[in-house]
């Protein structure tokens, strides 16, 4: 399946009105390109944002990709993985993980899972929070990047026996009368 064809050029996003200011940045190649490195950064980059217990992932996601001159739209995919529905999910599994590095119990009782209880809850679970989500980030993060790396080496061998195997069959052909 072609991706590609699907994702706007760097010179269509760089065209649009309100991103102007940022045109020098739109054009850099390796924002858009899909090759290993590109997209195992942005993954990499994506996992640890989408993780953050903040609103607006995207915002730093698009900045460090910027930065690190890695793949904007998959890392941008990778964040909305956390959307209204699964970040609540997403946030208690980080806590949990937090509270298993940190080696506390203090447990937390949802008896009115809103944004005011969140707020009120906030002073007790921020240590917690933060580190289990910067754990589950970088530990999602870094699988991404790795499973990318040795997919991306897998097809480069496997092209490269294909045109081994093809060279050698030619040249049985050749050599038979």
Known sequence: MNLKKHLPTSEQIAEIRALSFLRHLLLEPNLWH??????????????????????????????????????VPLAV????????????????????????????????T??????????DQLSIIWQPLIVGALACGL??????????????????ARYKLRKLDARRRSESKAIEP
């Open 34 to 71: 899909m090759n290993r490195h590109s997209l195992s950064f942005g993954f990499l980059i994506g996992s640890i944002c989408c993780f953050l217990p903040i609103f607006f992932q995207t915002v730093p996601c698009v900045l460090l990709c910027f930065w690190i001159r890695c793949n």
């Open 77 to 108: 995919l990778i964040v909305w993985i956390s959307n209204p529905i699964t970040i609540g999910p997403m946030m208690y599994f980080a806590y949990r993980v937090g509270l298993w590095i940190l080696g506390t119990d203090q447990e937390i």
């Open 110 to 119: 949802l008896l009115n899972p809103s944004l005011q209880w969140f707020i």
């Open 139 to 156: 530990a999602f993060g870094i699988t991404g990047f790795i499973v990318i790396q040795l997919y991306y080496r897998w097809r480069i």
